[in-house]
């Protein structure tokens, strides 16, 4: 069992920087791909980023590649989001997510989620 638990959005301007953080329970979650997936209102939730547990190979969409890093630290259960040069369209509430071993872009590939945080991004 994992539980997620996210922090660290909030409301920005165009062009500005947020980092979110998702912290996770478990003694194994070094096996976990971890992933960032955001829905904005209206619209269906959409993969962002991840990053496989061993090698800590990343995984990115097209829309935030070059604004957007993923990252994990295993020694303190981690995965974080860094994003910058936001814009509006990103503004979504981001939801933390975490499956064993394989890489998945696909929204219920992922076995446990965090509740969300919001970004607003202003114009």
């Known amino acids: 069992q994992v539980q997620l638990v996210e922090s660290g959005g909030g409301l920005v301007q165009a062009g500005g920087s947020l980092r979110l953080s998702c912290a996770a329970s478990?003694?194994?979650?070094?096996?976990?791909?971890g992933a960032w997936f955001r829905q904005a209102p209206g619209k269906e939730r959409e993969f962002v980023a991840a990053i496989r547990g061993s090698r800590a190979m990343t995984y990115y969409a097209d829309g935030v590649k070059g604004r957007f890093t993923i990252s994990r630290d295993n020694a303190k259960n981690t995965v974080d989001l860094q994003m910058n040069s936001l814009e509006p369209d990103d503004t979504a509430v981001y939801y933390c997510?975490?499956?064993?071993?394989?890489?998945?872009?696909?929204?219920?590939?992922?076995?446990?989620w965090g509740q969300g945080t919001r970004v607003t991004v202003s114009s």
């Open positions: 997510a975490a499956r064993p071993l394989y890489y998945s872009g696909y929204v219920g590939s992922y076995d446990y």
């Open positions: 478990g003694r194994t979650f070094n096996i976990y791909t």
